[in-house]
C-alpha cells in the first residue's frame, strides 16, 4: 500500500502524544525514503512519553518530537548516490547518525556509538531527533540494513534490541564454557541471555521478582535457567541474597553477570554474584549515581563494564537470527496500527502481566 | 634447622599504637622454604591503619601479630630442595604465599586466590623481624647493582605495575593518577616506562606534588579541599570540570591510589568514553558512583588487588619484571625513601608513618642484626 500522507505519532510534552500528519521527506544525497512497516517501543519510549525527559533534558513543546527508534521497513525512494540499496529492499534500520569525523567514529568506526554528536531517532541529545513512529521517514542508505527475505518487519524491528544484546556480550569474556547470570527478565535480559547462549555460554541463569517473566524466559529459551527473587530492601540483604543464589546455583561460579534493570540493589547483587575475576557488565539505565560496592570490587577484582547501544552489531545480528542461533518467536505480544500509537503507550504504561515487546505498524 | 629463639627480635602490634618489641619463634625450615635475614622493611599504609585501628574491615587483629610486607634481606639458610636461591643471596620478599592449586592459582591471577596467607594480615605474622620463614617461589634474587633499600619498595612498584598493566596503558596515553603517596608516585613512574606521554597527578598536599614535581610526572595539580558541609558528589563534580577544562581534555585512564570517595568518583568522570577507571586505592566498603558515566559513556571500572602476573606479551610474574626495571634505571625508587628507622624503634616508625610528618613518603625499618 501507498500512502499520499506521512502519518506520525509527535509528543508535545509528557502525556501529550498526538496522531499528526507531517510532510513525505524527500530523500537526500545518501540517503532513502523508508515506508516504516514496525516500530517496538522500549523503556526509553515510554520514559518521554511518562515524563517528556531523557536525563537533563527536557521536551519543549514548540519543538515536539515524533518518538520511536526500534524499526524496520521497505525502501520507498532513493536519493542521489545510493548504490547499495533498491526500491523494495526491505530493511532494519539501525537509528543512530554519527559525526563520522570525530575519534569514535573514525577509529576504524568502532566505536560511533560514543560519538558525542550522535544524532538517534527519537532521542533529545542534539535533537530534538524524529523518531521511526510515522509512515514515512528518510534516512541514510548506510544505517539501512538488507533483512533476508524471511525475516518478518517484526523480527526486523527486533533487531535494534538485539542488537544491544550482542554488542554487550561480545564485549565481555564471555565464551565457551562461560557461566553466566542475567538480572531483569525483560526484552533486553531475554535478549541478552539468548546472545549469551550463542557466543557459547554453558549455562545461563535469569533472574527476576515477576514469577510470570521467568514463565515466560523458559518458554523462550529452554536450556536457561531461572531463579526467582524476593523484592530486596537493602545492600545488605543484597549481599545476603547473592550468596543464597550462588549456593542455590550449584556454586558454580559465576563468571560474567549482565545487569539489565537499572535498580540500585541488582547492580550491587551483580558484583556479589560474580566470581573473582569475572565481570559485570550494567546494560540497565538507572538513576544517575549508584552506590556500590567499592570494596568487593577491588578485592575480588571484579571488573565494571557499561554499555551504550551498539556498534557494527546489525550486520552480526541479522545474521545470528538467519542462522538460528537467536530465537525471536515469542517476544513481540501485542500489536498496533500506527493510529493506534497511543493505545499502545497506554498499555506500555500499565506494565501489566503477559506484555513483553509491543510494537507497531503496518505488519 | 631452627635459630636461636632469641635472636629473631620482631616488632609485634599488641594494642591501638602499640607496638611491643618481644623475640619470636622462627618456624621450621620446610624442604622448599627460604630462611631470610630481613634487613629492610618498609611501612604501608595498611600496616598504618592496622596499628592505628587494630583492624582493616573484617579483619581483626585479636592477638599480637607482627606487622609489615615489603620486606628485602639476605638468605641465611635453605631448606633440602631448594634451587632457586643460595645462601647469601640477597632478596625481596614477595609476602602472599598463595596455594597454587585453585582454579585462580592455576590460571594466574593468583592474587584472588581464596587461601592467601598474606604478611601482616591476620593471622599471618609479617616481616617486620629478623628472621622470616618463606617458600622459595616467593623469594627473588636481587641483583648486585640493587640495593635492599630498593629491594623493600619492590612490593608496592608492584602494585604500580600491575595496575598500569590492569589500566592498559599504552604508549601515547594520557594518564592521571589521583593520590600523590608512594604507590600513586611508583603508579606514575609504571605508566611512563609504560610509554604514557602524559603523566598527570593531582593531590590535596602541596609538599607532595613539589615531591612529584621531581618523580615521573608532567604535570601536578593541587586539589583544594572540599568546602565544609559539600557532598562529596559536588566536590567530585566540581573538581572535574575543572581538571578538564585545565587539561583541555579526559585522560585516556585515571588510577585511584586514594581510596576516598571524591576521587573514586572524580576517576569515573575523568576518564575518557571508552577508557578505564582503574581503582587502587582501598576505601570504604560502599561508595556512590556516577553509574550514568559507565554505562552511557562506557567507562570501564577495575579493581587492583595487589599484583600477580604482568605483561599481555608473554606471562611473567610482577616480582622480577619490577625488579628488572629498577636495574635497567627505567625506575628509580631511591628518592621515595625519605626516613629510617632501626628495627628497635618500630613504634616511632609507625607513628611517623601515621602522622605523615616532615614530608614522609616511604619510611623504612633497617635491621642491623
Not at chain 1, 129 to 146: E, I, M, Q, V
Not at chain 1, 263 to 282: F, I
Not at chain 2, 196 to 212: G, N
Amino acid at each position: 500500500m501507498v500512502y499520499q500522507t506521512n502519518t506520525a505519532a509527535v509528543l508535545y510534552q509528557a502525556h501529550d502524544l498526538r496522531m499528526e500528519e507531517r510532510p513525505i521527506e524527500t530523500p537526500g544525497n545518501g540517503e532513502v525514503l523508508i515506508n516504516i512497516r514496525a516500530t517496538g517501543i522500549c523503556g526509553s519510549d515510554l520514559h518521554y512519553y511518562l515524563d517528556g525527559t531523557m536525563g537533563p533534558l527536557k521536551l519543549d513543546p514548540s519543538a515536539p518530537m515524533i518518538l520511536g527508534h526500534e524499526a524496520s521497513g521497505i525502501v520507498a525512494q532513493l536519493g542521489s548516490g545510493v548504490t547499495e540499496l533498491k526500491i523494495g529492499d526491505r530493511v532494519a534500520i539501525e537509528p543512530g547518525r554519527g559525526c563520522q569525523e570525530c575519534r569514535y567514529c573514525k577509529q576504524d568506526g568502532g566505536e560511533y556509538n560514543l560519538c558525542p554528536k550522535m544524532k538517534f531517532l527519537g532521542s533529545l541529545r542534539q535533537g530534538p531527533n524524529d523518531g521511526s513512529l510515522r509512515r514515512y521517514a528518510s534516512f541514510p542508505a548506510y544505517l539501512c540494513h538488507k533483512m533476508p527475505e524471511s525475516m518478518s518487519y517484526e523480527d526486523g524491528a527486533l533487531i535494534e534490541p538485539l542488537s544491544v544484546a550482542v554488542y554487550a556480550v561480545d564485549r565481555t569474556p564471555v565464551k565457551q564454557e562461560s557461566i553466566v547470570a542475567v538480572l531483569g527478565a525483560g526484552p533486553v535480559g531475554l535478549l541478552t541471555a539468548a546472545a549469551a547462549f550463542a557466543q557459547g555460554a554453558k549455562s545461563v541463569l535469569i533472574l527476576d521478582i515477576n514469577a510470570s517473566r521467568l514463565e515466560f524466559a523458559s518458554k523462550y529459551l529452554p536450556n536457561i535457567e531461572t531463579m526467582l527473587l524476593p523484592k530486596i530492601a537493602s545492600l545488605d540483604e543484597a549481599q545476603q541474597q547473592s550468596e543464597k543464589i550462588q549456593k542455590a546455583f550449584d556454586s558454580q561460579e559465576i563468571d560474567v553477570t549482565f545487569e539489565c534493570t537499572g535498580v540500585v540493589v541488582c547492580v550491587n547483587m551483580a558484583v556479589h554474584l560474580t566470581r573473582p575475576g569475572g565481570s559485570v557488565m550494567l546494560i540497565g539505565l538507572g538513576k544517575p549515581s549508584t552506590i556500590m560496592p567499592t570494596n568487593a570490587i577491588i578485592t575480588k577484582q571484579v571488573n565494571i563494564q557499561g554499555n551504550f547501544r551498539y556498534a557494527n552489531s546489525y550486520p552480526k545480528s541479522i545474521q545470528l537470527v538467519q542462522q538460528e542461533k537467536i530465537p525471536l518467536n515469542g517476544l513481540v505480544t501485542h500489536r498496533f496500527a500506527l493510529e493506534d500509537t497511543l493505545k499502545a503507550f497506554e498499555l506500555a504504561k500499565q506494565n501489566a502481566e503477559g506484555v513483553m515487546k509491543i510494537q507497531i505498524g503496518d505488519f | 634447622m631452627t635459630f636461636d629463639v632469641e635472636k629473631n627480635l620482631s616488632a609485634a602490634l599488641i594494642g591501638l599504637e602499640k607496638i611491643d618489641m618481644r623475640n619470636m619463634p622462627v618456624p621450621e625450615l620446610g624442604p622448599f622454604d627460604v630462611l631470610v635475614n630481613v634487613k629492610v622493611t618498609g611501612i604501608c599504609g595498611s600496616d598504618v591503619h592496622f596499628f592505628k585501628h587494630n583492624r582493616i574491615l573484617h579483619l581483626e587483629v585479636t592477638e599480637p601479630l607482627v606487622l609489615g610486607h615489603e620486606s628485602a634481606g639476605v638468605v641465611v639458610a635453605i631448606g633440602s630442595q631448594v634451587t632457586r636461591v643460595n645462601v647469601n643471596d640477597r632478596v625481596a620478599i614477595e609476602p602472599g604465599v598463595t596455594c597454587r592449586t585453585c582454579e585462580m592459582c592455576k590460571s594466574g591471577q593468583y592474587n584472588l586466590c581464596p587461601h592467601c596467607k598474606f604478611a601482616a594480615t591476620p593471622p599471618t605474622h609479617g616481616t617486620l623481624c629478623n628472621y622470616y620463614v618463606h617458600p622459595e617461589d616467593f623469594i627473588f634474587k636481587l641483583p648486585d647493582d640493587i640495593s635492599l633499600e630498593e629491594g623493600a619498595l619492590v612490593e608496592p612498584l608492584s602494585v604500580g605495575m600491575y595496575a598500569v598493566e590492569r589500566a592498559n596503558v599504552k604508549p601515547g596515553d594520557v594518564v592521571l593518577v589521583l593520590g600523590a603517596g608512594p604507590v600513586g608516585l611508583l603508579t606514575c613512574a609504571a605508566a611512563k616506562a609504560a610509554g604514557a606521554a602524559q603523566v598527570i597527578i593531582a593531590d590535596l598536599i602541596p609538599s607532595r606534588l613539589e615531591f612529584a614535581k621531581t618523580y615521573a610526572t608532567d604535570t601536578q595539580l593541587l586539589l583544594d579541599r572540599p568546602e565544609k558541609g559539600e557532598p562529596n558528589f559536588e566536590y567530585a563534580r566540581r573538581t572535574s570540570t575543572q581538571i578538564i577544562q585545565k587539561l583541555g581534555q579526559q585522560a585516556d585512564t585515571v588510577l585511584d591510589c586514594t581510596g576516598a570517595e571524591t576521587c573514586v568518583q572524580m576517576a569515573v568522570l575523568l576518564t575518557k568514553s571508552g577508557g578505564s577507571a582503574v581503582l587502587v586505592g582501598l576505601g570504604a566498603t560502599t561508595q556512590t558512583l556516577p553509574v550514568v558515566d559507565i554505562t552511557v559513556r562506557q567507562v570501564n571500572v577495575k579493581g587492583v588487588f595487589r599484583y600477580c602476573n604482568v605483561s599481555p606479551v608473554s606471562i611473567v610474574r610482577a616480582y622480577p619484571r619490577a625488579i628488572s626495571m629498577l636495574t635497567k634505571g627505567n625506575i628509580d625508587v631511591k628518592p621515595l625513601i625519605t626516613h629510617t628507622y632501626p628495627i628497635e624503634k618500630s613504634q616511632e616508625a609507625l607513628l611517623h608513618a601515621t602522622n605523615g610528618s616532615d614530608g614522609a613518603i616511604k619510611i623504612q625499618v633497617i635491621n642491623d642484626q
